[in-house]
């Protein structure tokens, strides 16, 4: 399964540009010479369909481990592997050093997380690493 992102401040869904968002100062946009982690952000909506809210479908069904994730900018195609789909409670991610630390080459997608189309204590964490293709 590959999931596509064009341009850096384009998501995957291609067609949900707008909600993505860096979290933090420090960061990288995506490339192969990237020097600190790469950051994508996306909300989600109970109560309304993924046709609306394409985010409501990033779960841990729809991107598993081992699934890739395709970045296009202006200059480069760079495709990611997925290392780790999970939840993580909410009080607990901004201490989440896989999250966190500085990883030239990872991609992290950060979601609120749905149950039963509702809201959760969690959020949904995509952690994809750069294919050595990809790098220079």
Known sequence: MSRRMTKPIEAFPPTLAATVTSLRSRW????ADATDT???????????SSDVVPCNDVTPEQ????????????SEELTYTVTQARTVPRNELANDDDVWDVNPGRLVWISCYLEGNLYSDFNFVVIAELDDASAH
């Open 63 to 74: 991107v598993p481990v081992g699934s890739q994730v395709v970045v296009e900018t202006d």
């Open 38 to 48: 790469t950051y994508f952000a996306c909300h989600t909506y109970s109560g309304k």
């Open 28 to 31: 990288s946009a995506p490339s």
